[in-house]
């Protein structure tokens, strides 16, 4: 048994399959069943169960499962501790971000990150902000930028960059030449929401609970799943919604959205770098952390 036996396993785990997995790793079907027979064999017990073309975890392939997670990082932090300490920033590092920093803060990061270190490979694990935090729960995640606090006292959390975020129409919108519209005004507009999990959408209940107002006081028209579905929805007129300028700084550069404010309603949050309190983190991962701080506070 070796560690990448321990990661064919863990994606098959989290894919469900064997398929999935095979294309996730780029290892043949037959070669994949044949490390997790000889996992099954080393420990002596069935690991999975095959459901047709599902493969579900038996209760000693999920206790396995929790435990591959955790060698598997430890590996990986290993492997940058030993490159950090021979001058070679090197390895892999998996991040977490909420739909906004994981899909236009983070990469922009990255790309500079891996000029500088070339040898370094990164995955960004993309999700609302309870999927993320859930992912360094189980330490699939070293780190991860959300948008909301959590509750989970085996998170540490720090104020990471301010976001503003502002009330987004379509340019042929009859609010489009407006700056700046009442709290009154939008509760009869066709509204469209994240889902719940969202820190965007968790951020807007906080903003509207200080003006004594809820969710529920909104014209909701639509629930979306990501930042990309609630902008589309704001383009083809199915509503408007509460947006980081971040989401649509392209939109709003070429005119074909607006942004407003929402008078005396405060939409100012912050991102969040996101740790676990009970893990040391790695040396790749300390360094984009610095990294990141620094590319933030560049003009």
């Not at 000693?60 to 929790?66: F, M």
């Not at 000029?115 to 991860?144: C, H, M, W």
């Not at 709003?252 to 942004?259: F, N, Q, Y």
């Not at 040396?283 to 610095?290: A, D, K, Q, V």
């Amino acid at each position: 048994m070796d560690i990448w036996h321990l990661q064919v396993f863990q994606k098959v785990v989290e894919m469900k399959g064997f398929s999935n997995a095979s294309k996730a790793v780029s290892l043949t079907q037959p070669t994949i069943s044949s490390h997790i027979k000889e996992l099954e064999s080393y420990y002596g017990c069935k690991l999975l169960d095959r459901l047709g073309k599902q493969a579900l975890p038996t209760r000693a392939g999920e206790l396995l499962y929790a435990y591959a997670g955790k060698l598997i990082s430890l590996f990986a932090e290993t492997e940058t501790a030993m490159a950090e300490f021979t001058g070679n920033i090197s390895g892999r590092l998996v991040m977490g971000g909420s739909t906004i920093p994981g899909s236009y803060i983070l990469p922009r990061a990255i790309g500079q990150f891996v000029k500088q270190y070339p040898d370094v490979n990164i995955t960004v694990i993309v999700g609302d902000t309870d999927q993320v935090i859930e992912e360094i729960l189980n330490f699939r995640s070293e780190f991860a930028v959300v948008g909301a606090k959590t509750d989970s006292h085996k998170i540490d959390q720090q104020k990471l960059i301010e976001d503003d975020m502002r009330l987004i129409v379509p340019a042929g919108h009859p609010w489009a030449d407006k700056k700046q519209v009442t709290l009154d005004m939008l509760m009869s507009e066709p509204f469209i929401i994240r889902e719940h999990g969202s820190g965007t959408l968790q951020s807007i209940q906080k903003s509207l609970s200080h003006s004594n107002k809820e969710i529920s006081s909104l014209n909701v028209i639509a629930e979306l799943g990501s930042t990309a579905a609630v902008i589309q929805g704001i383009k083809n007129h199915v509503g408007i919604s509460i947006l980081s300028p971040i989401a649509v700084a392209e939109e709003l550069a070429a005119g074909s959205l607006k942004a407003l404010t929402i008078k005396n309603v405060d939409l100012k949050r912050h991102f969040y770098l996101t740790t676990h309190k009970d893990r040391t983190p790695s040396p790749l991962c300390r360094e984009f952390i610095r990294f990141l701080e620094q590319y933030l506070q560049r003009p």
